[in-house]
């Protein structure tokens, strides 16, 4: 299909903007630092297994965090195992799981302990409205449990508690059972469920303690707190506002056009983070807030996605490169756990960068495409490099955290019609 493209296309220049930065210098002393505080010799016997869940998300340096804290649980004379605890990530099958954690750094050999994948799950509860409590048997049969998760605001919903600690007790160790369950039951009453849920897993099972992490604003750890099970729910809280505090964003609003170069499982769990982006739609809430794109031209799967494309359909146009990328059983399977079959919808697509541009231009209600607002990202993870048109100068200038770091200069494109890489250099 051929569209008419545009004569002339905006200046732009790369821009860098001052994000939080607070980063740990030492890794593996904040981790050990931090579980010292469990009295973990009180709460346990020596020879007791541990299940240690650990979720689908690519958390920087995760293996890591994750290796140091098996440590810690062998110093202590205890059996630990890694659960795989995502839902349905990884196509719902424990191959599939396994193979997400492999990509993350996680296998039997790096981590010196086994990994158990199963996907066998129990009841173990039910609230007052009906929702049955489902929980990984391979979890329930081991002596203690221990999730690490990050906690940020979640892509689908706002609450007290969102991504975090108790949800990946809730869903992620529910499997793909419990996950549906869990995603089917709050559309007629809310997330909120989450903390009624985590209280009757505390109660239930033999959870030891949980490991929060927080990122600043580049995306890096910045606090690892071990919260035993008393404080869990309410310390949980609390550092949700912390890490909603130090997550970047897109610095300017009412964009025409927002461009994202990869989109995957590994970068959100939508792909590209509404957080960010402004744009959500979903059974459960639809939101447009800041930076109000009226276009969404998202260019590459990212290879860490495992084929995974949930969230594409928050796009207005993507590539056929995205779109053969796709494994529809994967995306498919996601989109139907999470309750959101729209997200999976596959947005027009075009051969090359430059015809899915002018795409968006000619539905933009545009007057000239140098009087364009638009910005360009690497991801929804990394906020600190953005290409922007020209016609953003003057806020540019007038914000004392951006500062224009290369000339304006006419967007152009390759000899195949797609936009050059700029994001390597700056990072």
């Excluded at 821009?15 to 010292?36: C, F, H, N, T």
């Excluded at 996680?106 to 799950?121: F, H, K, N, R």
């Excluded at 009453?189 to 927080?214: R, Y």
Aim: with cysteine.
């Amino acid at each position: 299909m051929n569209i008419i493209p545009f004569n002339i296309y905006p200046e732009v220049a790369l821009i860098q903007q001052r994000l939080e930065a607070s980063g740990l210098e030492d890794l593996p002393k904040a981790v050990m630092d931090s579980l010292s505080v469990i009295p973990v010799l009180n709460m346990t016997k020596p020879g007791d297994t541990v299940a240690v869940a650990v979720g689908s998300r690519g958390i920087r340096h995760i293996d890591t965090v994750l290796s140091h804290c098996l440590q810690f649980l062998k110093n202590n004379k205890l059996k630990p195992f890694i659960v795989p605890a995502m839902g349905s990530h990884g196509g719902a099958t424990p191959d599939g799981q396994t193979s997400v954690l492999e990509k993350l750094g996680i296998t039997e050999s790096a981590m010196g302990v086994p990994v158990l994948p199963d996907m066998d799950v129990a009841c173990i509860g039910e609230l007052s409205g009906g929702l049955k409590i489902y929980f990984s048997k391979l979890a329930l049969d081991a002596d203690h449990i221990v999730v690490i998760n990050r906690v940020k605001p979640h892509t689908k919903f706002k609450a007290e508690l969102e991504s975090g600690l108790c949800k990946m007790l809730a869903i992620g160790l529910g499997k793909a059972k419990g996950a549906a369950e869990f995603h089917q039951y709050a559309v007629r009453h809310s997330f909120q469920i989450i903390e009624p849920a985590a209280d009757v897993i505390l109660k239930e099972t033999g959870f030891l303690f949980g490991l929060a992490l927080l990122e600043d604003g580049h995306g890096e750890l910045a606090h690892i707190e071990a919260v035993p099970p008393p404080m869990l729910v309410a310390r949980e809280k609390e550092l949700l506002k912390k890490a909603a505090a130090m997550m970047g964003r897109i610095p300017f609003d009412s964009l025409d056009l927002l461009i994202v170069d990869l989109f995957g499982k590994d970068i959100s769990g939508i792909g590209m983070d509404p957080n960010i982006t402004g744009r959500h739609r979903d059974i459960v809430g639809d939101f447009n807030k800041s930076p109000h794109a009226k276009r969404i031209f998202v260019r590459d799967l990212s290879p860490g996605s495992g084929g995974n494309g949930n969230g594409i359909g928050l796009a207005d146009v993507t590539t056929h490169r995205l779109v053969h990328a796709l494994d529809l059983e994967k995306t498919y399977i996601n989109a139907i756990t999470a309750v959101s079959p729209e997200k999976a919808s596959i947005p027009m697509h075009f051969g090359d960068d430059r015809t899915c541009i002018d795409a968006c231009f000619r539905t933009i209600g545009l007057d000239s495409p140098e009087n364009v607002r638009m910005v360009r990202i690497k991801d929804t993870m990394n906020l600190e490099y953005l290409q922007v048109s020209r016609a953003l100068e003057k806020e540019i200038l007038s914000t004392g955290s951006l500062k224009q770091i290369t000339p304006w200069v006419r967007l152009g494109f390759n000899a195949q019609g797609n936009l050059e890489n700029v994001f390597t250099a700056g990072e």
